[in-house]
């Protein structure tokens, strides 16, 4: 059953939900990592698979940026890979994650074991554990995972590409074995995720970081299928489910099929061109270009600003950056644009 959502829910639930919010909530893609000068110190003592496989250090990574910032939202410091380790798949990062044993056999899909969260990432939901027992202002927390094509993506390549062509190629030569294989992925991200809701997480999304690769029917046959397996198991968990589909602009026809409550939205297409084309029963999240925090204080404000134009007064929108935030971005901008996107938003609702 769908949590009830009242007036004492935060702002960021309430916005995933399309209900009214006093301003704009917002939070950041990337916004627990190595543009933060307290997670470089912690980096410095600390490889970054350790900090993954540690709920102490992953809890506090996560934490670090809500300490610094008015964020509407937390998202769990963790790699898309992590469930994969912990189902056998070994790999480095060097320092993209390299599989040691690319699958490339149906023989290799069907050998996959299933996963176990609580017995293979109990690391995982003992940060999510941590993080809501610590989070500052009751600020919700995002679980995360890879969707299944992007996962795929990897665990065919071996290691990441601009093209994946191996991966791409392995969809045609061997359709069948693609499909079982994104079926199984999608069924342990599901597993993955509906763990870390109960293991406290508030919302759940999939990260689709090589949507932009397929062309529409492929993107339907393998990526909307995975993603589409996935959320239909999540469904009975109750939080709020997103979606992000990097470079998705030109698939979001397809991804109007999705039942989620939230779409992200890269910089590329104006939020109002997202909204038509999904519909009014899903929310919408992002999207100002990250090289926009690079800019002197008053552009950067009308940059926000105009995002905010573009998403419209409807309610359902999530302020985000179109992509993660860059390394070298200054965390005074980042504070800059939030308290930017809380009090335009604000005083727009006020006077509107």
Known sequence: MVALMTNETPVF??????QAVPYTPVWVMRQAGRYLPEYRALRAQHDFVTMTR??????????????RFDLDAAILFSDIMTPLQGMGISLTFEPGPVVATPIRTREQVQALPLLQPARDVPQVLEAVKLIRANAP?????IGFAGAPFTLLCYLVSGRPSKEFGTARSFLYQQTAAAEQLIDHLADAMAAYLA???????????LFESWAGL???PQFRQFALRGAKRTFA?????GVPLIYYAHQGSALMDEI??????VVGVDWRSPLSVARRALGPDK????NLDPAALYAPPDELKRQVEAVLREAGTGPGHIFNLGHGIWPDADPDAVARMIDHVHEASARARSTG
């Open 137 to 141: 202002r009751n600020v919700p927390l």
């Open 233 to 237: 198991a999540l469904k009975a968990t």
């Open 214 to 216: 397929l062309a529409p």
């Open 256 to 261: 109007r099929a999705l039942d989620v409550d």
């Open 195 to 205: 763990a870390q809701a109960a293991a406290g997480a508030q919302a759940l999304m």
């Open 54 to 67: 540690s709920a102490e250090l992953a809890a506090e990574v996560t934490l670090q940026p809500l300490r």
């Open 283 to 286: 929310a919408v999240q992002g």
């Open 13 to 18: 639930l309430r916005a995933c939900r399309r």
